[in-house]
């Protein structure tokens, strides 16, 4: 602690200003009301130019570039305690300062909600037959109502790809349209089935059932490539699959080979592998797939709502009250 008895706090990150500046608008200036703050911005390149005045710091607020710290950096903060990290997934950095005991909190919860409204907008557009009727629309140019392909939102059928963080908001922002909502999840309970009111399903119903097919599925070696074309070949009449989960877990090639046969689905890709796709890639010409360039999280001034989070986060911490967002080993593991 410093001499007037604030906690000891630094800045860590390597995050362009372009994209918003997630302790801007009076954020920084909130943590510097709670804490004695360094006044430079940490990076890894000139971690080593400011070591000497970092050995009494006891907790980091963080965002997007923080570096993965190892023994020297641990040697240099021996004194730290918590690292409360403004953004969403901590895969790259979280396990040295779990094993170490630092306590570590995240914002994946609040970096879901735009990728939730996103995906909100895509499947009621979606459900409308938006994206097909466009196309059509292009080729065909007349009003004729048979050439509009379209089902509309009342009582038609949504499917979920996982229920974590973003599947589960998505869920409750459709709870306001008449849809009925099945999901796929190995660890969705009936009782949690329940309390989301949705229809546990296989993964093969999602597709056959589901006029749109929405993917949540976490980041791991274990989803690798496990939607592939015995999947898509399920999709009904006019159906619509997004994927803002990771492109990974799609064949691509088995993607685009059903996509290419079958001008009636739609595909709305905020990610892929790689990302972006190759400049030969079918997916950039395929007319019944959309890409957008990896938009779905937190961008522009939607960033410091990350901020408020983990300064709440660090005010109840200080204050010895539960936290809501810590990410310990079991958590960690089933991050995407």
Not at 279 to 295: C, E, G, M, R, T
């Amino acid at each position: 602690m410093s001499g007037d008895g604030r906690t000891k706090a630094a800045l860590f990150y390597e995050y362009p200003p372009e994209d918003g500046a997630v302790f801007g608008l009076g954020r920084r200036e909130r943590i510097e009301g709670l804490v004695d703050l360094y006044p430079t911005i940490i990076t890894g390149a000139n971690f080593d130019q400011h070591a000497s005045a970092l050995a009494d710091v006891e907790v980091i607020f963080a965002t997007w570039g923080i570096p993965r710290f190892d023994d020297h950096h641990f040697a240099v903060m021996p004194n730290l305690k918590a690292v409360f990290y403004a953004a969403g997934n901590v895969k790259s950095f979280a396990a040295p300062l779990i094993e170490r005991n630092v306590l570590l909190v995240g914002a994946w919860d609040i970096n879901a909600i735009p990728v939730a409204e996103m995906c909100l907008s895509q499947v009621l557009l979606s459900l409308r037959g938006y994206f097909r009727a466009t196309r059509n629309y292009a080729e065909i140019k007349t009003h004729e109502a048979k050439n509009f392909p379209r089902s509309g939102v009342f009582g038609e059928t949504v499917g979920l790809i996982g229920l974590g963080k973003i599947g589960t908001r998505l869920r409750n922002l459709l709870e306001a349209f008449p849809v009925k909502v099945i999901a796929h999840d190995p660890f969705l309970t009936d009782q949690r089935a329940a309390e989301l009111n949705v229809e546990r399903v296989s993964l093969d119903e999602i597709f056959e059932r589901s006029l749109v097919v929405s993917n949540h599925i976490p980041d791991l070696e274990s989803t690798v490539g496990v939607l592939n074309r015995s999947h898509f070949d399920k999709m009904r009449e006019g159906a619509t699959f997004i994927n803002s989960g990771r492109g990974a877990q799609v064949v691509e090639s088995d993607l685009i080979s059903v996509l290419e046969a079958r001008s009636d689905l739609t595909a709305l890709l905020d990610v892929t592998l790689p990302e972006p796709p190759s400049s030969d890639s079918p997916l950039w010409s395929l007319l019944n797939v959309v890409i957008s360039p990896h938009i779905g999280g937190t961008v522009g001034d939607e960033v410091v709502r990350m901020a408020d989070c983990m300064i709440e986060e660090f005010e109840l911490w200080r204050s010895g009250k539960p936290l809501n967002y810590e990410i310990t080993a079991e958590v960690l593991a089933t991050m995407g």
